[in-house]
Structure formats: C-alpha cells, structure tokens
C-alpha cells in the first residue's frame, strides 16, 4: 500500500517562503516521476511542478523561478520549496505518485498579511 505523507504547510506573509515535504512508503520515489498539484477554493487542481526519476523538473507558469521540486531519495522524500509566496498561491497542495496514481492527503498553504 503506497502512502503519501505531505508536511510544512502554514500560515506565511506575501514574500515569505515555505518547504513541503512529500514523504512516501511503499514505493520507491526514485524510480517515479513525482508532481505536487494544488486546488484553491472554488477551483481546480491544477499541477505545479514534476520531477521526473531522472531528475529533470516542470514547472506551471505561475510559479517558474519562485518553487523548485526536488528530491532526496535516501529519504524517499520529495520537497517544494516555495520562495517569494503571493496570496494567489493560497491552495491545498497535494502530492502525487505517477506510477501508483496515489496522492496525499494535502497540506494547506495560506499567504496572508
């Protein structure tokens, strides 16, 4: 049974910065590509960013040169670090496992002064 584990989500104000934690059991992150997506009320979700099991990254637009995804897999860990928050970026932030099509259970982010 693959589990999802999302963590480091908060309260920030615009301009600050957060870490999300994507930790798994019962797959190997390494050998997936991974993706963190994220929903604001009254929206859909929408993709933020992958990470492919080679490493190579995709990110939305909206937040190109502010998160960066990564990954440690010693730790089955995947993480978005997410710099320069704006209140558009206010959103439950899921995980998601491609090969299994599991997701966590989601991490709230909001910005807000």
């Known amino acids: 049974q693959v589990q999802l584990v999302e963590s480091g989500g908060g309260l920030v104000q615009p301009g600050g910065s957060l870490r999300l934690s994507c930790a798994a059991s019962?797959?190997?992150?390494?050998?997936?590509?991974m993706a963190w997506y994220r929903q604001a009320p009254g929206k859909q979700r929408e993709l933020v960013a992958i990470?492919?099991?080679?490493?190579?990254?995709t990110y939305a637009d909206s937040v190109k040169g502010r998160f960066t995804v990564s990954r440690d897999n010693a730790k089955n860990t995947v993480y978005l670090q997410m710099n320069s928050l704006k209140p558009e970026d206010t959103a439950v932030y899921y995980c998601?496992?491609?090969?299994?099509?599991?997701w966590g259970q989601g991490t709230q982010v909001t910005v807000s002064s």
């Open positions: 019962g797959t190997i992150l390494s050998i997936n590509a």
């Open positions: 990470i492919t099991s080679g490493g190579r990254t």
């Open positions: 998601h496992d491609y090969a299994s099509g599991f």
